[in-house]
């Protein structure tokens, strides 16, 4: 069965620095592109970033490009993702996504990990 | 990029059919057919329900179906039940540079 798990999530005050991580299993985890796509409380999913599946390709909003970093480690199978310079709108559940081998879509999610931002 | 826009919520009784819309632009949903569906239920992950406009994961029941037409994709779900009861979030891929964008989300409700 093809799995998830992210960790990492806490409290911390804005202008702080946090890493996620995300452990995959299940599959071949080199051979698919990953997301991180977060939800603020009670609002919309919002895309935050992409990784091909070699890590050589990145891809970022707006919203968070110069501030976050994708990254991976395809030996320890584990996605991470390093957010710096963290606002209070930055506050969201993130949940790390697997995409499809031939397509544009997510289609394994993690159960997601909460981060705070609060002053 | 902009969020797609769906309708806040859209309901109707078990046994009946419904369609969310999901609009963007010639830039995302009009340029490629690569808008995908999700569920979600409150207090889990989202899940896939439908990719590349139309098709769907192994596992997802047939009453789900999805179109496009121009700057509009569509969800249908057929023969509503109550377990279809969730927020549905379409999304697109947006080209090279960004790759995906979000809608704001319906929440379907089954009377």
């Known amino acids: 069965e093809m799995q998830l798990l992210e960790s990492g999530g806490g409290f911390l005050h804005p202008g702080g620095s946090l890493r996620l991580s995300c452990a995959a299993s299940?599959?071949?985890?080199?051979?698919?592109?990953m997301n991180w796509v977060r939800q603020a409380p009670g609002k919309g999913l919002e895309w935050v970033s992409a990784?091909?599946?070699?890590?050589?390709?990145?891809y970022y909003p707006d919203s968070v490009k110069g501030r976050f970093t994708i990254s991976r480690d395809n030996s320890k199978r584990t996605l991470y993702l390093q957010m710096n310079s963290l606002r209070a709108e930055d506050s969201a559940i993130y949940f790390c996504?697997?995409?499809?081998?031939?397509?544009?879509?997510?289609?394994?999610w993690g159960p997601g990990t909460t981060v705070t931002v609060s002053s | 990029q902009s969020a797609l826009t769906q309708p806040a919520s859209v309901s109707d009784s078990p046994g009946q059919s419904i369609t969310i819309s999901c609009t963007g632009t010639?830039?995302?949903?009009?340029?490629?057919?690569?808008v995908s569906w999700y569920q979600q239920h409150p207090g889990n992950a989202p899940k896939l329900m439908i990719y590349?406009?139309?098709n769907r994961p192994s596992g997802v029941s047939n009453r789900f179906s999805g179109s496009k037409s121009g700057n509009t994709a569509s969800l249908t779900i057929s023969g509503l039940q109550a377990e279809d009861e969730a927020d549905y979030y379409c999304?697109?891929?947006?080209?090279?540079?960004?790759?995906?964008?979000f809608g704001t989300g319906t929440k379907v409700t089954v009377l």
């Open positions: 999304s697109s891929y947006t080209g090279i540079s960004t790759r995906y964008v």
């Open positions: 590349d406009v139309t």
């Open positions: 996504a697997k995409q499809g081998r031939y397509f544009y879509a997510m289609d394994v």
């Open positions: 010639s830039s995302d949903v009009g340029a490629y057919n690569y």
């Open positions: 990784i091909s599946g070699s890590g050589v390709s990145t």
């Open positions: 299940g599959f071949t985890f080199t051979n698919y592109a």
